[in-house]
């Protein structure tokens, strides 16, 4: 089988029915990788050490008999694993920069009957085109908005369901946005593996239509917006939504009573300093008794002055508030296409 040569967009073109393998080492992989890649490591973290270190200490063929030494004993693995992996046999292979590892391993399975593409300039070419591609975009991004607890997630899933196109930030940060926003979530990705994950959900919607996103600060937990999309986020639309005060209190309830609460406690110590003593000891002790409603009111009236800073300095060019005096997530959501209907957006 011959091996071809491909660029970024045989991956972002959504037409591709090929299995993507990495064959970075495992840390290289682990740090970022593009979403949908399995990891099929040329050497481990250890021998690419070695490697490296003899390519820029003795020479370059050194690092190449080295890499020969600990890359040819298991060709038999790589073959198999790459079998196990993809029964149909079509890959894409790619390694840093489109250099020795993709060749090598494209090389070998090509040999075995795979029919083998290699990516162009490697990882690295791809994480150029996600950086352009944002700077390059014009979104008609709507940002739903309002105070915490009126729950903009499920606001978000549930236009989903009624055909919107959506991007859900936290979800993809594995992070709910606030002190309290990593209880029962999976480990954050790097900052770079967001914004592949970012990429990965945008590229597949339609920039000509409308995208609803949820408002957040430059920060989720440790991940970071990249700044071309939090720009965008503040060219077209914003909606304010608010539901009932008790209605907040019961979601936060909802989310957070099940977990332990010491882990609750250790959130609102991470806030102390903005809660003020007396507001923490009152909390740490509605914990204590079981109140978590009357924990979660105060936890809300600080998040509530936060939110109205941020409401009232957001530069959104069209700013709408819509009030609600129910909860219902499936109404409201219907309200806010009708909304955006109304309004041509």
């Known amino acids: 089988m011959s091996v071809q040569i491909v660029g970024v967009d045989a991956i972002v073109s959504n037409e591709t029915d090929r299995l993507i393998i990495d064959v970075r080492s495992p840390a290289e992989f682990q740090k970022a990788h593009i979403p949908g890649a399995v990891n099929l490591p040329l050497f481990s973290n250890e021998e690419r050490a070695i490697v490296g270190t003899a390519y820029k200490q003795e020479s370059p063929e050194k690092a190449m008999l080295l890499g020969l030494e600990f890359a040819g004993r298991k ?33 070998l399975l090509s040999l075995a009957g795979f029919d083998v593409h290699v990516l162009k300039g490697g990882y690295k070419n791809y994480r150029r085109y996600v950086r352009s591609f944002f700077c390059l975009q014009e979104p008609k991004f709507i940002v739903i908005g309002g105070q915490t607890g009126i729950g903009k997630t499920y606001f978000l899933h549930q236009l989903a369901l009624m055909g919107e196109q959506i991007i859900d930030l936290e979800g993809l940060a594995n992070h709910k946005g606030s002190a309290f926003g990593s209880l029962g979530q999976e480990p954050q990705p790097s900052v770079e593996q967001f914004e592949n994950l970012l990429f990965d959900a945008y590229r597949k919607l339609d920039q000509s239509k409308r995208i609803f996103i949820e408002n957040e600060s430059h920060l989720i937990g440790s991940c970071v917006i990249p700044r071309e999309v939090f ?12 539901i009932p005060f008790l209605d907040r209190v019961d979601r936060l309830v909802q989310n957070y009573a099940i977990y332990p609460k010491a882990a609750l406690a250790e959130r609102f110590m991470k806030i102390k300093n903005k809660l003020g003593g007396d507001q923490l000891k009152k909390a740490l002790a509605f914990l204590d008794q079981n109140d978590f409603g009357a924990a979660a009111v105060i936890a809300l009236k600080f998040y509530d002055k936060t939110y109205q800073y941020g409401f009232e300095n957001n530069s959104t060019p069209h700013k709408l508030i819509l009030d609600f005096d129910y909860a219902d997530t499936q109404l409201i959501a219907k309200e806010i296409i009708f909304t955006c209907n109304k309004l041509s957006i």
């Open 231 to 242: 720009n965008q986020m503040k060219q077209y639309y914003y909606f304010h939504i608010t």
């Open 75 to 107: 060709m038999r693995f790589y073959v198999e694993q790459a079998t196990l992996i993809s029964p149909e046999r079509k890959i894409l292979v790619h390694c840093w920069r489109g250099g020795k590892r993709s060749e090598s391993m494209a090389w």
